[in-house]
């Protein structure tokens, strides 16, 4: 790519410089400081590092072919793309940037310092800072006082960074060999897992889950089943969680219901730009359209649905073979690599739920992981 002729003191002045950005990128909310940064650190640290990113290429050509073809004139449009391709670039300087040790670092930093923004959802939660309307049913808020949200303004989004901490701690208990180093990160974890259960988030609840079973396998074939099942059973005595996910079950819940009335509002506008959309970031033109009565929204609360109405199913599918392409070799993923591309799969899986990207933090964040895996080796095969 190029390379700067300098003294070996830029590369650790560098990557503290990108550590500090991640670390406080709950309160910075834009990622594209990290963009000068990482292109940086790609001169002065690895300026012989080469990146196969021809699928993210097409995949941004793809998107502004999208562009072109639906959204011409339309600002809004043009905008919404701008910050896509950036994303992309994220990806691509991030795939150029990244080395096993600085994942390693950075993974170590990220959920090192997430305790910050959990003791200010604990904050929250002590003070009794009044949960938005909206947030529950009626029924729910006289079990439920407070739902926090630390810095991130909702607590579904809180839920999801709590996730990527969870997911990254219980990476970090593997691949460290030191007892104190695994107490750490059980300790940060089980901060995590607490402050979890007090977004109320019962989509995070059930991803999480998931996630566990995905993580713990060897733990689960070693006894531990028993002690996951103690555990959800102690839970299950609290009425607050049986609240919450008993109406999901039955599918009686405010929330949901109106989540239900927005998708079929999308699903009936999709059939008149199905193939290339209705261009970036038209969601809050094309919706009110289609819409049923009194379920105004401001995106989606579907990732997969929003981006076949923006972007139709060309880019739906180049998106879903782009995934493909990186995450098939999951298997061969060295531990932190996997621990990365596990929170990838969790952003996946929320999206099921929540249109996360139309948040330019998350957006940024599912991009980042994904350059992690054009960035680090994948283990060698057994032979």
Not at 9 to 23: A, H, M, Q, S
Not at 351 to 377: I, K, N, R
């Amino acid at each position: 790519m190029f390379s700067f002729h300098c003294s070996p003191w830029w590369r650790p002045f560098l990557e503290g410089w990108i550590i500090l950005y991640l670390v406080f990128l709950p309160v910075l909310g834009a990622w594209y400081g990290l963009l000068p940064l990482l292109l940086l650190y790609c001169g002065v640290a690895i300026p012989e590092k080469r990146v196969n990113a021809s699928s993210l290429f097409l995949f941004g050509l793809l998107l502004f072919a999208g562009t072109i073809l639906t959204a011409a004139g339309f600002r809004q449009s043009w905008q919404r793309l701008l910050q896509l391709e950036s994303w992309l670039l994220l990806a691509w300087f991030t795939g150029l940037a990244f080395t096993p040790r600085l994942l390693g670092k950075v993974m170590r930093w990220m959920a090192g310092s997430s305790p910050l923004w959990m003791i200010m959802g604990f904050q929250q939660y002590a003070s009794g800072v009044r949960t938005a309307a909206g947030w529950l049913s009626p029924d729910q808020a006289a079990l439920i006082p407070v739902r926090v949200y630390s810095v991130f303004g909702n607590p579904n989004l809180y839920a999801l960074y709590l996730l990527l901490t969870l997911v990254f701690c219980f990476g970090l208990v593997r691949a460290e060999r030191q007892r104190l180093s695994r107490l750490f990160w059980l300790a940060v974890g089980g901060m995590a897992a607490v402050s979890l259960y007090l977004t109320y988030s019962r989509g995070a609840w059930l991803i999480g889950g998931i996630i566990l079973v995905l993580m713990s396998r060897k733990e689960l074939r070693g006894g531990w089943l028993p002690v996951w099942g103690l555990l959800l059973l102690i839970l299950l005595t609290f009425p607050a969680f049986r609240a919450r996910l008993g109406s999901l079950l039955t599918l009686m819940d405010s929330s949901l219901h109106f989540r239900w009335r927005i998708w079929e509002g999308v699903v009936r506008a999709i059939p008149d730009t199905w193939l290339w959309g209705a261009g970036p970031g038209s969601f809050g033109v094309v919706y009110p359209w289609f819409m049923l009565p009194n379920s105004a929204a401001e995106h989606a609360h579907q990732w997969y649905l929003q981006i076949w109405l923006e972007h139709g199913i060309v880019v739906l599918l180049g998106l879903g073979w782009l995934l493909w392409e990186r995450l098939r070799n999951f298997r061969r993923f060295s531990e932190l690599l996997r621990t990365a591309a596990l929170v990838l799969i969790v952003f996946l899986l929320y999206g099921c739920m929540e249109s996360w990207d139309v948040h330019p933090l998350w957006g940024g964040y599912f991009w980042f992981l994904m350059g992690l895996t054009f960035a680090c080796p994948q283990k060698t095969p057994p032979a």
